[in-house]
């Protein structure tokens, strides 16, 4: 019989840490969203409130921070390596995802817009929000 000590404990979050991270995450999009929409690299022709707002607030609001959430999640299970090789294929699947969200009216990028820029962009979202997951649970 194991003692309770030598037993694995469960999964716990640090939910302080998540949430300051889904905003952190929210408010990062939010205002590159803003900054790019506003200089005409990239629009959203179907988004909610358009009369109100320039960017797609759903996204700002509810899929960053899920895609933050998920990002943690896996990170907190992968080594060091593994965390790079995973962050350059989500970056590299997201530049697609756009395509085909260009090709379903929800997206347009200007003819200027390289999406090579997609994949670095989100493979440094991706690290900056890893980074300030990790920055807000070391302060306890």
Known sequence: MSSLSSQR?????????????????????????????GRGYYSFPARPFPAV???????????????SFFIIYLFR????GLQLLVSI???????????FAEL???????NTWNHSYS????????WVIWLFYRWVCDQG
């Open 9 to 37: 404990k469960p999964f716990q979050p640090n939910n302080k840490a998540y949430v300051c991270t889904f905003i952190f995450a929210s408010l990062i999009g939010t205002y590159l969203d803003l900054a790019f929409v």
């Open 53 to 67: 707002f320039s960017i797609n607030i759903l996204f700002t609001i509810i899929l960053l921070p899920m895609f």
């Open 77 to 80: 299970r992968l080594r060091k």
């Open 89 to 99: 294929s989500i970056s590299v699947l997201i530049a697609i995802g756009e395509h």
């Open 104 to 110: 379903l009216g929800l997206f347009i990028h200007a």
């Open 119 to 126: 994949i670095i962009g989100y493979f440094l979202f991706i």
